[in-house]
């Protein structure tokens, strides 16, 4: 390991959420619980079995705690979940089941209660019943906790910062993520990483600063160091000096005053100069952000990514709740269309700890991802259609599928759809028959047949950060060949402009929801080659739309045949980072 540094030092990685933030590091690495496997000699096993009961004690104490957290800070129905979780740990046939396994085989503890409560969601996971298929996810989630105890690892948890902290990680997972003390948490630092992974997304939508792809940072810090993070120019600053934290607080001043003048422009109309409205959405996550897709004034949701309520707890929510939250934000939106996006769980937003759900791959990205897995698991996929339908009867819901491939992918989706509508209908349970439904566009095959694609749906919405990643074969969440990841690729644009022309032949719309679109420099390409709405994390609205109130329409145009004109990837980029420059100016 490296001496720590007593000086200042200043590291370079990915600039990925823009923002400045001074605090203490928190260090968070992520391993999953590797389990020992050894014989007990014979005169230990008293004191291996004592180890088993000292540790489901300790357990249930740790649940019951957090469950009277949870009841006194969000009310008895979020603490529903770990009376589930301490049922359990009383359950006597798991208890006895691990201590025979224990008694047969003379095998570690951890090894047998790992055994057999595989077995055990394995077994709930396969049963016909909504209710006991969720008891799988709590066997689970409590087995893994039991694991760390019996280990004597602390399980290092996210969800819970105990001051102001900067988040130093490895790796930051969607479930992890989801799950941030977004009170307390400041920056995010992660030695792996890509401006469009998960993690960015979150510190967007938290409005703290991030920089990914520092690769040695976690061995660099430890926990309590002082670190400056600089989401503008990709930086972490370790021990800054004086000189530098008084340099950062002019640029901080400035920047603060930039952003105030440009949210005060969010208020207004997004028209360009030549009168051209555009629409701006936002992508959300989390019901609790309809508060900042207010503040921030969106138009609506255009991206509601549905994963994270399976990621939170790391369970399948069931139709009830689903429906409670697609519910919430429908509502929240009366006016405007809120674009729910079935399940994307796969790729890089894996189910951790659900082999049987989520089998090993060794390609995920090329996996059993999204649709494909939805398709496969029916019965969850119906669950999700029918609250989501359900959610309709409430506001101006729209369904999107994504990481479609082709035609009859999308005709299998359909079809499942219509089954749900009609078992809907013969129960009598309203919802609006007329949603609109679309496809994301996001794997190059469905760019590809864009034009028989647009004849069956009624929208698209571009995933640039997947069809950027599948075009030009470069892994979204690789720091190494991140540089690679060039959205002004030829092969981008033009492909972009071959989706919009084909939508629009077809008198449908389209939209794009990957992160190209809430960064300023791409906004003219894309409204110029033709694209009819943006979708953002909300905090990235108002700078998307001060420079959409500051320029042409007839300019974008112009930008994006002269960009068609050109080979290179960087001189594409140059000529629209110009642009962007000329109109909207930071000083
Ligand atoms: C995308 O791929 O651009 C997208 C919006 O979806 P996600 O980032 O959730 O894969
Ligand atoms: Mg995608």
Redesign the pocket.
Known sequence: MEARAKNEVVVPGIAASQGIAYGQVFLYIQSDVEIPSYQVDADKRIEEISRFEHALLVTRQQIQKIRDEVEKNLGADEARIFDAHLLVLEDQALISETIREFETTSKNIETCFNKVSQRYIKAFSEIDDEYLRERAGDIRDVAQRMLQNLLGQAGQNLSKLADKRAVVANDISPSDAASIDRSQAIALVTDSGSK?S?AV?VARSMKIPAVVGVRDMTRRVRNGDWILVDGYDGQVIINPTEQTLFRYGKIQLQKKGFEQRMFDASKLPAVTLDGAAVILRA?IEKVDEVKLVRENSASGVG?F?T?FLYLSDNRVPSEEEQYAAYKAVAEAFPDEPVVI?TL?LG???PMTGNPDLFPEESNPFLGFR?IRFCLEHKEIFKDQLRAILRASAHGKVQLMY??ISGSEELARANAVLEECRAELKKDGVAFDAKMAVGA?I?IPSAAVTADILAKECDFF?????????YLLAID?VNDRIAHLYEPTHPAVLRTIKQIVDEAHRQKIKVS?????AGDPVYVPLLLGLGVDEL?MTPPLLPAVKYLVRAMKMSEAKKLAKDALELTSPKEIYALADKFCRERVKSE
Request: some cysteine; charged content about 30%.
């Open positions: 469009t998960h997304i992508n991206l990514r994963e996006r994307d790729g890089d937003k999204a994504p990481m994301m996001e919405s571009i995933g640039t950060n997947d069809l950027i990643q979204r794009v929801c990957g992160e190209m979708s």
